[in-house]
């Protein structure tokens, strides 16, 4: 049981928010509750940079790992 349901962030906003941190490959991104993993995702794939999501849910973290292998990320993202 959760106390709030997941509310996934809109594609765009979370590009907003990585161009708006600067973010450069090679550099870190870690996000807490970070749910189905579209921003680790995203900064990995489309920013280069090394990302670690950290996510209570296991549905949620599991399916973040899910779309980290079927992209061929696995190298890049770090999920906890």
Same mark, same amino acid.
């Given at each position: *049981?959760? !106390?709030?349901?997941?509310?996934?962030?809109?594609?765009p906003?979370?590009?907003? *928010?990585?161009?708006?941190?600067?973010?450069?490959? /090679?550099?870190? !991104?870690?996000?807490? /509750? #970070? +749910?189905? +993993?579209?921003?680790v995702? *995203?900064?990995? @794939?489309?920013? +280069?940079? @090394?990302?670690? +999501?950290?996510?209570l849910?296991?549905? !949620?973290?599991?399916?973040?790992?899910? #779309?980290?292998?079927?992209?061929? !990320? @696995?190298?890049?993202?770090?999920?906890?």
């Amino acid at each position: *049981m959760f !106390l709030a349901p997941f509310v996934a962030t809109p594609t765009p906003v979370v590009r907003q *928010m990585l161009i708006l941190a600067d973010l450069k490959p /090679g550099e870190i !991104l870690y996000d807490l /509750g #970070s +749910g189905d +993993g579209r921003a680790v995702i *995203m900064a990995a @794939k489309d920013f +280069g940079a @090394k990302s670690v +999501g950290v996510e209570l849910r296991d549905d !949620l973290a599991k399916r973040a790992l899910n #779309s980290i292998q079927k992209l061929d !990320l @696995k190298e890049q993202p770090v999920f906890c």
